[in-house]
């Protein structure tokens, strides 16, 4: 009887630059985590199995059958780690919007490692650091040389690190693309070629979203959301609220949209969008209801940090990639 | 110094490229740090195309279209218009001078102002010195 059972996989999920929000999505498979530990051998998964990168080292090139690396490249440590398990691992998903594209820790990259330094460690309100002590790399103490991973000065995305076989995109991913996407790949299911993005779709956020939407988007001024009474049904744009929408894949069932908040982007662009932000542009250089150049810089003045905004989940991921000094 | 800045300039087919043409077989001298991509209208010109250009190097992004009123497709102009302000504002961000992005009106007779206009912008972006945006983004680390 047990021989006729299918071996299981080997399956592997590990943190970079990340808040910890996509190994809860993992988590959040709930009563399916059965199903998923029927069919996989959890090999190595830092918030929940105490293995040490030691044993991942020493396993055979390759032996991991799938991992899900989360979170982008900031420091020394996660590049280590993002080369180690791409050694080892048949498929490497670049699992949610910082793997993807640089996700929210990679808005550090309009500001540089000094700059961060300087506020984190000197500063904000609440330090107190008269030493002017800044993280070392290394350290000696009496017992020896203690180590740091070195920070780096910029936010990359894991495929600007390593390989990556398939990206599954979300802040965090919507845990059932997960469990379909892990389905596919346990019951031999044929997979996407390689580089797909899996687990979201070819269409937009509009193309998906229940709001009114007409044909004449056009305003005099934009609003944050703060500053104005959502009608909850007109599409966010047409009421002068930014949405990325247009700029976004579909994939997550419009989860912000139907909370009644516009989509920040966090899916990554659809296909054939190299750039989220240069879409938005343009999506928003229709709209804008002036023809005179002065009265255009009025109505942009009104749309608080259009980088940020339009590159909230995508900045290292996006064509400029980082701001320069 | 011998910087000699790259300037991509994109010129609408049916009045800025006409008028570009006119500058050539008038046989006017202007400076030739421009490479020229003809585009059907200003309105063509993704911003995508113009970050791209910086990726690829360039010093400069020149676009070229017809005067207000005058666009074959009617909106195209203003549309591009409304681009240029908001990229403006994103290479603020960026940290990368707005002039480094310029958009004028020149027709299809205006081939003299053409060639000014590139003299003028090519001066203009070797003042600004070389723009660091490629060289950065190849030794991101
Ligand atoms: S812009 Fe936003 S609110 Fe409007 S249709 Fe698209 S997703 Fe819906
Ligand atoms: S609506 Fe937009 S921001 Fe919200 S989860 Fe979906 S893709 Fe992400
Ligand atoms: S055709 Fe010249 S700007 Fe549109």
């Known amino acids: 009887m047990a021989k006729e059972e299918k071996p299981k996989i080997k399956m592997a999920v590990y943190w970079g630059a990340a808040c910890g929000g996509c190994c809860v999505s993992v988590l959040d498979v709930h009563e399916k985590l059965f199903d998923v530990v029927a069919a996989a051998d959890l090999v190595f998964w830092p918030i929940a199995l105490d293995i040490k990168y030691k044993d991942v080292e020493a396993m055979p090139d390759g032996d991991i059958d799938l991992t899900l690396y989360n979170g982008a490249v900031r420091n020394s440590e996660n590049e280590r780690l993002a080369k180690l398990l791409r050694q080892k691992s048949k498929i490497l998903v670049a699992y949610g919007s910082c793997a993807h594209m640089g996700g929210i820790p990679g808005l550090a990259n309009f500001s540089t490692r000094e700059e961060l330094f300087e506020r984190i460690y000197d500063t904000t309100e609440s330090t107190e650091n008269p030493d002017n002590i800044r993280p070392q790399p290394e350290y000696k103490v009496p017992e020896g040389v203690l180590e740091l991973p070195e920070f780096y000065n910029d936010v990359r995305t894991l495929n600007q690190v390593v390989d990556v076989d398939y990206y599954l995109p979300g802040c965090p991913p919507q845990t059932e693309r997960l469990v379909e996407v892990f389905m596919a790949i346990v019951t031999g299911a044929e997979l996407p070629s390689k580089g797909s993005v899996v687990g979201a779709l070819d269409k937009s956020q509009c193309d998906e979203c229940p709001r009114e939407k007409s044909d004449k988007k056009l305003v005099k001024r934009f609003y944050r959301p703060f500053e104005i009474e959502d009608d909850g049904k007109t599409c966010f744009l047409e009421q002068g609220v930014i949405c990325l929408g247009p700029a976004t894949r579909g994939g997550c069932g419009v989860r912000c949209i139907e909370g009644n908040a516009p989509c920040r982007g966090c899916y990554g662009p659809p296909p054939d969008v190299p750039d989220p932000g240069a879409k938005m542009m343009s999506a928003i250089a229709t709209m804008i209801d002036e023809n005179d150049p002065e009265a255009i810089e009025k109505v942009i003045d009104t749309i608080d940090d259009p980088a940020g905004t339009f590159y909230r989940f995508s900045l290292p991921g996006s064509i400029l990639r980082r701001k320069i000094t | ?141």
Not at chain 2, 47 to 72: M, N, R, W
């Open chain 2, 1 to 141: 110094m011998s910087y000699e800045p790259t300037i991509v300039a994109f010129l609408c087919n049916w009045c800025s490229y006409t008028g570009a043409d006119l500058a050539g077989t008038s046989r006017m001298k202007y400076a030739s740090n421009v490479r020229i991509i003809r585009v059907m209208c200003s309105g063509r010109v993704d911003p995508t195309f113009v970050l791209s250009a910086f990726k690829e190097g360039a010093d400069g992004v020149l676009i070229c279209g017809c005067h207000p009123g005058d666009c074959h497709y009617h909106e195209g102009n203003y549309k591009c218009l409304r681009r240029y302000h908001l990229l403006q504002k994103y290479f603020q961000q960026m940290g990368l001078d707005k002039d480094r992005l310029r958009l004028e009106w020149i027709s299809a007779s205006e081939g003299r102002q053409f060639a000014e206009l590139v003299d003028s912008y090519t001066e203009t972006v070797k003042n600004l010195g070389p723009c660091k945006m490629k060289q950065v983004i190849e030794t991101l680390t």
